[in-house]
């Protein structure tokens, strides 16, 4: 249990299924939050099957195995989800759920709580999204700024689609020179793809460098023509389909198309009507 930093409410989690939120000035429950609905963990079930209680608890939490020795470990630890040691008997508990420690982030828009399954991050802010692939020990932002120094724009790119950090992936974006965009595009992994493709699409509706990024796009778009017709389905198979990100990006594309062609189309009839003044003149 702990305060907001402002002081206005309390964030509660302990042996149960939700995390709380409590006001504290006029004393009442604001909103509960549900951390898990794996019904393999003891305290998910609000009501138990009557069938399954005896006179010692619930069938599934006694353990009928004729060893008593416990090893010095918490049978609640254990059980279904893979918990029991190497060498040990196994044990027919099931790991409670609860939640174990919580922190609420200094700006109070996002909190973390760390509960029987992993961790859990929550946020109002739809872009602060955590969603890391092959993640790994070596892998963090400054690995990312370490390659962009070491002046190796594709281990920097590759290092920043593994984090999955929107800021970081278009900072190596801009750190490609124009000259290495198509080095550095054939030496993306195809399963990476998807997601450059997405920030791609980000950049072309607010970025002001409109003929650097599309020269990313032509220059990717030719690496994932040529990867489809080499091997096309290996790409199916072990990557997300492509095709969203693709009409996403093709949409960003078509929108700016059609302002510049508006854009020319206003100054040259701007242009005639200024010639056509000056001769009459």
Not at 136 to 163: H, M
Request: net charge negative; hydrophobic share 35%; glycine share 4%.
């Amino acid at each position: 249990m702990l305060y907001s930093a402002d002081g206005s409410y309390i964030l509660a989690g302990g042996s149960s299924k939700y995390i709380c939120t409590y006001d504290v000035a006029d004393q009442v429950l604001l909103r509960r939050f549900q951390i898990t609905h794996n019904l393999s963990l003891d305290g998910v079930l609000d009501f138990l099957n009557s069938k399954n209680m005896t006179e010692a608890g619930p069938v599934d939490l006694i353990d009928d195995d004729n060893s008593d020795t416990e090893e010095g470990v918490d049978k609640q630890t254990r059980g279904k989800l893979n918990y029991d040691l190497p060498g040990s008997m196994p044990n027919r508990g099931r790991p409670v759920i609860r939640t174990k420690c919580l922190r609420i982030a200094p700006t109070g828009r996002s909190f973390s709580a760390a509960k029987t399954e992993g961790v859990l991050v929550y946020s109002i802010d739809e872009s602060f999204i955590l969603d890391p692939s092959d993640l790994d020990i070596d892998v963090t932002p400054e690995a990312v700024d370490a390659a962009l120094n070491e002046d190796q724009p594709s281990r920097a790119l590759i290092l920043s689609l593994r984090l999955n950090e929107d800021s970081l992936i278009k900072k190596c974006i801009f750190a490609v020179g124009p000259v290495d965009i198509p080095a550095v595009a054939s030496s993306i992994p195809h399963r990476y793809m998807q997601r450059l493709i997405e920030a791609l699409a980000e950049l072309l509706e607010s970025c002001p460098h409109l003929e650097f990024i599309l020269r990313w796009c032509q220059q990717f778009l030719q690496v994932l023509q040529e990867l489809c017709k080499s091997h096309g389905s290996s790409i199916q198979q072990n990557s997300r389909n492509p095709l969203p990100s693709l009409k996403s990006l093709q949409k960003a594309i078509t929108r700016i198309h059609q302002d510049l062609a508006d854009t020319c189309s206003s100054n040259e009839y701007m242009l005639r009507y200024l010639c056509s003044v000056g001769d009459k003149k």
